[in-house]
């Protein structure tokens, strides 16, 4: 970006919208990618947009994007950037599109249990504004406070009570977005219609690689009634798996059903001070309207009747403490826990019950071969399957080594997962870590994207590089 | 941790010596997913992911190895010291902490903000910390010298909230508490002053006015900051300080047990972001308003979750148009109506009433 389009992107939007200064421009450089902090830790400089606009209105991006258009500009949109795989990151510098200046409640229809949020919206501002009318999104990722309504869609989040509540693409009833153009989209809310596809889903997920979401007009739920707390030891990973499995075809949808292989039980009964012992930990809590929460924790009973019953304790520890596991990544990469060179990551596929062990034991094979640490636990349930929650960690010789190990890492546990017959993920999205596996995941439908893509944005400058675009 | 461990890697179960010293802010920060996002009055008033915590955590640690800027040293004193991104940060990081620590750091290496260098020449020149206009004559009026109990006006009060200082007095006299006040120009107890990054001015200040609170008991400091400040910083100068209350908490003394007036005025609230997690006075402004009959609104954010009017550490002389927005932003949050505050920053930025000027309307009016 010239200087001169800098002022002309000033006289278009105004100077307070409009920021090319170092600062600013280095705020954006990333998300919470951590091979982009491995790669600042190692001392590189990470590229920077060379500009940041910030619209506060629909109106503005239409012409933001109709400008970028006109001029060839890479556009990359950025919120709240907590995406963890690079999906903001503004791979060709251009304008980085920071939408938190689209903000607020646009309106809350009670009797139909719907709102609409711009969507620059943070998590709890959203959730604030449906907990004062009686209701909650049921939309807790672990990034909730530093997350927006538009990424969650974009990226196809998930929260921590997604069993129960969906994941975020299940949340949509409707959605604004500019297209790379500059067109206005607005889709009808309905709560479902056979008016041909619903193209609307071409744009959660992409990242911003079709177009922008501005508004998003979500399904909400009456608050919980009640809440209840579980916690059960099976003999192995595989029995605790049949159970969830067993569960989730009766129809119970508990919203939290937390399994953890046996390296994450020890941790996790040992973060409780509680006794280690041998097996795999499942967590569970129900929430709702008593009667439903009564029914489902019969299930539970009846399908875990054979496994050891802890109490509410593991279920309330975890409640308790459900968004501090974030916090204990600075120790890995900072060198605290595992050195000077120390490598931390998650990665979340998903499965059908059929095959999730089997993805489970080949991804965990392919993934110990270069991190020391490699456990996961099952969770984000189905009635047909579930999603696997890996953390790594791992010490390292250097700088290069951790990068090597890193990659390696990430690329056998991708390979092993797709052989396997798994999908390489569940809820971070794609961005630049997924996106050389893209093509073999959607097979001849990566060739439809790539035809979405030319035809709408046939310049490439929406988010340019993402989805393997 | 054994289980499942390739044999040619060692997982450390101890902390390495090298790395054995706690994370600094930035380590903690570049690897947080931002939980204080949602909580700075100045990122979501500006819009500007830069003046965020975790940002000025990193240029912070940055300048540090590198030298101070008077860019990064804008950029890391482009907080307002509120403290809601502390209260936010599981991983304990205070920013308003490093903040401060990046000024006096900064100005000890030659970089000063542009409102620090201004003081700094007047002080030179021979002036005090405030212009020579600054109100003062009337600190006297009718207290008692004798008094056990200083009443501390602070540089805001004598600058930007005169009334404020003379509704302090006159609540004095109406009540018969016993106050003095120090002799004109009252000296800066500190907090301007470190606001600055200037640390050695601030000590000199601050000992004056520790000598001129000789044999007093007790200061009842008007501004939340001054409060702050001769509690936490003057024992670290090795200054006496006398028992510190809040305005609020001496008001509350004055009114408490007074008949209630059946119909008192009706205001909104605003919590001061040092009153109340800086130096954990809450409760006591609302029992002084419900003590006078006072009909009290509170916005959503209050009391411990209150939100910035921007007034803090200085930066409306670092930043003056984001300070407007910070502001704007919570007279928004406030509504329509009389707003009353406890702190003479506060009460200028939103346009408000200061508590104290309220009590002595009220006594007035009966």
């Known amino acids: 970006v010239e200087g001169s389009q800098v002022e002309a992107l000033r006289t278009l939007f105004g100077d307070e919208a409009v920021r090319a200064d170092d600062a600013e421009r280095r705020a954006k450089a990333r998300d919470c990618w951590p091979r982009l902090i491995l790669r600042e830790r190692g001392g590189e400089t990470l590229p920077v947009p060379d500009v940041v606009v910030r619209p506060t209105s629909t109106d503005d991006v239409s012409r933001l994007l109709a400008w970028c258009r006109a001029e060839a500009v890479p556009v990359t949109p950025y919120a709240g950037g907590s995406g963890v795989v690079g999906g903001a990151v503004a791979t060709r510098g251009g304008v980085c599109l920071d939408l938190t200046g689209l903000s607020g409640l646009v309106a809350l229809d009670a009797v139909s249990g719907v709102a609409t949020f711009r969507a620059g919206t943070f998590g709890p501002d959203a959730e604030g504004a449906a907990n004062d009318a009686g209701f909650t999104i049921g939309h807790f990722p672990s990034s909730i406070m530093c997350s927006t309504v538009g990424g969650w869609v974009s990226a196809r989040g998930a929260g921590q009570l997604s069993t129960r509540y969906g994941k975020a693409e299940d949340l949509v009833v409707a959605l604004e977005a500019v297209l790379p153009d500059g067109t206005v989209w607005r889709t009808r809310p309905a709560p479902r219609t056979a008016a041909g596809p619903d193209l609307w889903r071409l744009l959660a997920g992409a990242e911003g690689t079709l177009g922008v979401i501005t508004e998003v007009t979500l399904r909400l739920h009456p608050l919980p009634e009640t809440r209840t707390f579980h916690g059960w030891l099976f003999p192995t990973l595989g029995d605790g798996i049949e159970a969830l499995r067993q569960v989730m075809r009766t129809g119970a949808r508990p919203a939290v059903l937390r399994l953890y292989d046996e390296l994450d039980t020890s941790l996790v009964l040992g973060g409780q001070g509680l006794a280690v012992g041998e097996g795999a930990l499942l967590v569970a809590v129900c929430e709702g309207d008593a009667r439903v929460v009564a029914a489902e924790r019969a299930v539970l009973a009846d399908v875990c009747a054979t496994a050891t019953d802890l109490g509410p304790g593991p279920g309330e520890h975890w409640w308790g403490h459900r968004y501090s596991v974030s916090f204990n990544l600075p120790r890995v990469l900072s060198g605290q826990l595992l050195g000077a060179h120390g490598v931390a990551d998650t990665i979340e596929v998903a499965a059908l019950w059929s095959d999730l062990l089997g993805v489970y034991e080949a991804m965990r094979g392919a993934m110990s071969a270069h991190v020391a640490v490699v456990m996961a636990h099952v969770s984000h349930c189905y009635p047909e399957g579930a999603s696997i929650y890996w953390t790594l960690a791992t010490d390292a010789a250097d700088e290069a080594d951790a990068m090597r190990r890193y990659d390696a890492a990430w690329a056998d546990g991708m390979r092993a997962c797709l052989d396997a017959g798994g999908s390489i993920g569940h809820h971070h999205g794609v961005g630049l870590a997924r996106a050389a596996w893209l093509a073999e995941e959607l097979g001849e439908g990566h060739t439809v994207l790539r035809a979405v893509k030319d035809a709408l944005d046939p310049a490439g400058i929406c988010n340019p590089g993402k989805l393997g675009l | ?366």
């Not at chain 2, 030179?124 to 008692?144: F, N, S, Y």
Request: charged residues 20%; negative net charge; glycine residues 8%.
């Open chain 2, 1 to 366: 941790v054994t289980t499942s461990l390739p044999a040619t890697i060692t997982v450390r179960t101890e902390v390495s010596p090298r790395h054995a010293e706690p994370l600094t802010p930035a380590a903690l920060c570049s690897t947080c997913p931002k939980l204080c996002s949602t909580t700075c009055p100045v990122q979501s008033a500006t819009g500007r992911e830069a003046v965020s915590p975790w940002r000025i955590s990193s240029t912070v640690e940055t300048a540090q190895a590198q030298g101070w800027t008077p860019e990064t040293l804008h950029q890391a004193a482009s907080c307002t010291g509120c403290g809601a991104c502390s209260r936010a940060c599981l991983a304990g990081v205070t920013l308003p902490d490093e903040s401060r620590a990046a000024r006096a750091q900064a100005a000890a290496q030659g970089v000063l903000l542009p409102a620090a260098q201004r003081v700094r020449d007047r002080l030179a020149g021979g002036a005090g910390v405030r212009p020579p206009d600054a109100w003062g004559a009337e600190l006297d009026a009718g207290t008692d010298p004798t008094s056990a109990t200083v009443l501390l006006h602070g540089c805001a009060v004598q600058r930007f909230r005169p009334d404020s200082g003379r509704a302090a007095l006159s609540v004095a006299r109406a009540t018969g508490a016993s106050v003095r006040t120090l002799p004109a120009p009252e000296p800066c107890c500190g907090a301007a002053l470190l606001d600055l990054g200037l640390v050695d001015e601030a000590k000199a200040s601050a000992t004056a006015a520790s000598g001129a609170m000789a044999g007093a008991e007790r200061v009842v400091a008007m501004a939340p900051s001054c409060a702050r400040t001769i509690r936490d910083e003057w024992p670290d100068w090795e200054l006496r300080a006398p028992v510190v209350l809040s305005a609020p908490e001496w008001l509350l003394e004055i009114v408490d047990g007074r008949p209630v007036p059946s119909a008192g005025p009706s205001v909104t609230w605003h919590a001061p972001c040092t009153l109340t997690r800086g130096i954990g006075v809450v409760d006591e402004p609302l029992a002084v308003l419900h003590a006078l009959g006072v009909d009290v609104r509170q916005p959503a954010a209050t009391g411990l979750a209150t939100r910035c009017s921007g007034a803090g550490a200085a930066y409306p002389q670092v930043d003056p148009h984001g300070a407007r927005a910070v502001a704007e932003q919570r007279r928004g949050e406030l509504g329509e109506g009389e707003v009353v505050t406890a702190c003479p920053g506060a009460a200028r930025a939103l346009g408000a009433t200061d508590l104290v000027e309220l009590v002595a309307r009220v006594l007035e009016e009966r």
